[in-house]
């Protein structure tokens, strides 16, 4: 709450919303410079819209998708990997699988050909971890934030000021009887 007055969920989340966006179009504009500077025969590297449940980024604006970078075989890489082309794939995890070992002999056969554009891939690779993390995180934050504000819309109702103000009252004598610092 903003000194009492205003809830600052949205507040919080028109922060973070924007944050969100931010890593999105770098998202969209490291696929852009991966086509340009990078032109893999084996993979690409895309930005993609996940579906997700319909969540709200705004009091008006509602979103049903996350963005991702992915990974995705070219014909090339999927021919080399049995995998099929535009197969999405984690292209340096170290997995014991099936799809792990083929992607592994094809990453093998890009350091052994091409340890230049291994290099190249490899940094991608890291700015690709990077802003799906930071992505996740912005995004995990609205869905919280939107959980909070469903949960506690209660609280805003005028009906419900009595029951509010019982535990404000009840909440204030327990941290005065246990000694606990917090303002209610």
């Known amino acids: ?4 007055t205003a809830p600052s969920v949205p ?7 924007g944050q969100m966006n931010s890593v999105a179009q770098l998202m969209e504009a490291v696929t852009a410079d991966f086509s340009e500077n990078c032109t893999s025969p084996w993979v690409r590297l895309n930005a993609v819209k996940v579906k997700t449940a319909p969540y709200s980024i705004s009091n008006t604006q509602v979103q049903n998708f996350r963005m991702d970078l ?10 080399v990997t049995g995998l099929g082309e535009w197969t999405a794939c984690d292209l340096l995890a170290d997995r014991d699988d099936e799809r792990g070992q083929q992607l592994k002999m094809l990453w093998q056969l890009i350091e052994r050909e ?4 291994a290099q190249q891939l490899r940094v991608y690779d890291a700015i690709r971890q990077r802003l799906r993390s930071e992505y996740v995180i912005y995004w995990r934050i609205i869905v919280a934030l939107n959980d909070i ?7 805003f109702d005028p009906e419900s000021a009595p029951i509010v103000s019982q535990a404000r009252a009840k909440l204030q004598k327990l941290t005065e009887k246990q000694r606990i610092e917090i303002e209610i």
């Open 11 to 17: 507040r919080w989340r028109r922060i973070v919303a």
């Open 149 to 155: 504000a469903d949960n506690a819309s209660w609280i």
């Open 70 to 79: 992915r990974w995705r075989l070219t014909a090339l890489g999927g021919d």
């Open 1 to 4: 709450m903003d000194k009492g």
């Open 114 to 117: 091409t340890p230049t554009m």
